[in-house]
């Protein structure tokens, strides 16, 4: 008669510890792309909140100056190149140093009785340069009757 060895005992542990193994790194990987996924998730919202809201002062405002002044508390936007432009921190709040960007531009400068006045509405994230979202939206500002 044999003697019994452990042999099997101990490959089938060994191959449930690789299996183990194998299982936790593929967990590992699918969070890490979900941190991924969730952390890009969170840029695009605020960027589509931040266009959202320009947009929406676009529509509210009848010239340049009132645009400014809705989008603007305190001076801290730049007008650059026929457009505004306005940096933002993750929290949404206006801050020189944010890493994002609004950037308004237009067809035609805002103004009473200009007519169709088109919005070209850009976030960008600072840090590498890259945009985030666009939006394009036109305003009816009257007309001048003869």
């Known amino acids: 008669m044999r003697k019994p060895t452990r042999t099997a005992f101990y490959l089938e542990t ?34 589509v909140h931040l266009a959202r809201n320009a947009a929406e002062a676009a529509a509210g405002a009848k010239s340049l100056e009132e645009l400014e002044k809705i989008l603007w508390k305190e001076p801290d936007g ?36 200009a007519g169709l006045v088109t919005y070209r509405i850009t976030v960008e994230n600072t840090q590498d340069s890259r945009e985030i979202y666009r939006l394009e939206t036109s305003v009816y500002l009257g007309r001048k009757t003869p």
């Open 78 to 113: 730049q007008s650059l190149d026929g457009a505004l432009v306005i940096f933002y921190n993750e929290k949404g709040e206006i801050d020189p140093e944010g890493e994002l960007s609004l950037r308004i531009d237009w067809d035609k400068i805002p103004a009473p009785e």
């Open 14 to 47: 060994l191959l449930l510890v690789g299996a183990l193994v194998a299982v936790a790194l593929i967990l590992v990987q699918c969070f890490g792309k979900a941190e991924q996924a969730r952390a890009q998730a969170k840029e695009l919202t605020e960027a």
